[in-house]
């Protein structure tokens, strides 16, 4: 079973900074493609960024610049660091993966959410 967890919401003040965490456990962490989605209240889920199983990566509009999406294969980890946050970013933040193991091929799994609050 693949379980995902992310870690490292909290609160903080405009232009600052903070350093998410997922780990994915239960399937072969190289060979799946990893992403960081957020859901502010009342609108829908969004993509931030995603990493590939081949460290190819993609960013929001949004984010770019300030945040950056990286793994550690070796640690089964998928980090989201984001700087000069704004109250516009403030959002539950997901970990998304995608696996593509050949038992598992296309499977996606998320995390339970941890939430980031920016105070203006």
């Known amino acids: 079973q693949v379980q995902v967890v992310e870690s490292g919401g909290g609160l903080v003040q405009a232009g600052g900074s903070l350093r998410l965490s997922c780990v994915a456990s239960?399937?072969?962490?190289?060979?799946?493609?990893m992403g960081w989605y957020r859901q502010a209240p009342g609108k829908q889920r969004e993509l931030v960024a995603t990493v590939t199983r081949g460290g190819s990566t993609k960013y929001a509009d949004s984010v770019k610049g300030r945040f950056t999406i990286s793994r550690d294969n070796a640690k089964n980890t998928v980090y989201l660091q984001m700087n000069s946050l704004e109250p516009e970013d403030t959002a539950v933040y997901y970990c998304?993966?995608?696996?593509?193991?050949?038992?598992?091929?296309?499977?996606?799994?998320w995390g339970k959410g941890t939430l980031v609050t920016v105070s203006s």
């Open positions: 998304n993966a995608e696996d593509w193991s050949p038992t598992r091929v296309g499977m996606n799994y």
């Open positions: 239960g399937s072969i962490f190289s060979i799946m493609d």
